[in-house]
């Protein structure tokens, strides 16, 4: 696709229910990010993917939040029994190749709001 | 471990004014440095990076950075303002070396208003 595609663009969801967030990153792309951005703050980084593998899942909170890339290119990032705490927007990025210097492409995100 | 200071959560500016947003950083190793802007219901691009070739980068839309080692600073600036550069902007810093992968750390980000 002309970008990396995130899923949907917001979701409102209740207190302890389970969410999936989508992520499809650009063509071709092997590196695939999850970061978590709260109201006033940078992104933080929660896991990344080297092609169907979480090469990094150090980044994630804890044991609720998990992230599948089964195919080696969409990837979902679920979570389970929401909390409010967990209220954020969720950006994907991809690159083509791996790399410190690697420029990052970035979704336009998913604004999740527990309720 | 790395970590990345902006100054300032927010910056206003006249147009036609100098911008300069404000970025240190702290890397125990060789680091590559980053600077995205993200507009209004936007996702981050990419403005300009720094990797280890010349202290000046010259980026998108007029901006620029210099690194400088001595200050661990990487700021950004702009000669001139244009009402267009309303937007967040965020430092971010990666590893050099062999085992890096591109995982970023991220400033809080800095909130540039443009007055006419």
């Known amino acids: 696709g002309a970008g990396v595609s995130q899923t949907p663009s917001n979701k409102v969801t209740e207190k302890g229910k389970y969410v999936e967030l989508r992520c499809d990153p650009i063509?071709?792309?092997?590196?695939l990010y999850w970061y978590r951005q709260s109201l006033g703050q940078g992104p933080e980084f929660l896991i990344y993917f080297q092609g169907t593998g979480a090469a990094d899942d150090s980044g994630l909170p804890n044991d609720r939040f998990f992230a599948v890339r089964p195919e080696g290119s969409v990837s979902t990032l679920k979570i389970q029994r929401t909390e409010r705490g967990d209220s954020a927007v969720y950006l994907c990025?991809?690159?083509?190749?791996?790399?410190?210097?690697?420029?990052?492409?970035f979704g336009q995100g998913t604004r999740l709001t527990v309720v | 471990a790395q970590s990345v200071t902006q100054l300032g959560s927010h910056v206003s500016v006249s147009e036609g004014a100098l911008v300069l947003l404000r970025c240190n950083y702290s890397?125990?190793?060789?680091?590559?440095l980053f600077w995205y802007v993200q507009y209004p219901n936007q996702g981050l691009q990419l403005l300009l990076k720094?990797?280890?070739?010349?202290?000046l980068v010259k980026g998108i839309n007029g901006f620029e950075a210099e690194f400088k080692k001595s200050e661990t600073s990487f700021h950004l600036t702009k000669p001139s303002a244009h009402m267009s550069d309303a937007a967040e902007y965020f430092c971010a810093v990666s590893e050099a070396g062999g085992t890096s992968y591109g995982k970023l750390t991220f400033g809080q980000g800095t909130i540039l208003t443009v007055h006419p």
């Open positions: 063509s071709g792309h092997t590196a």
């Open positions: 990025a991809s690159s083509p190749t791996t790399g410190g210097n690697t420029e990052a492409f």
């Open positions: 720094y990797t280890s070739a010349a202290t």
């Open positions: 890397s125990s190793v060789p680091p590559y």
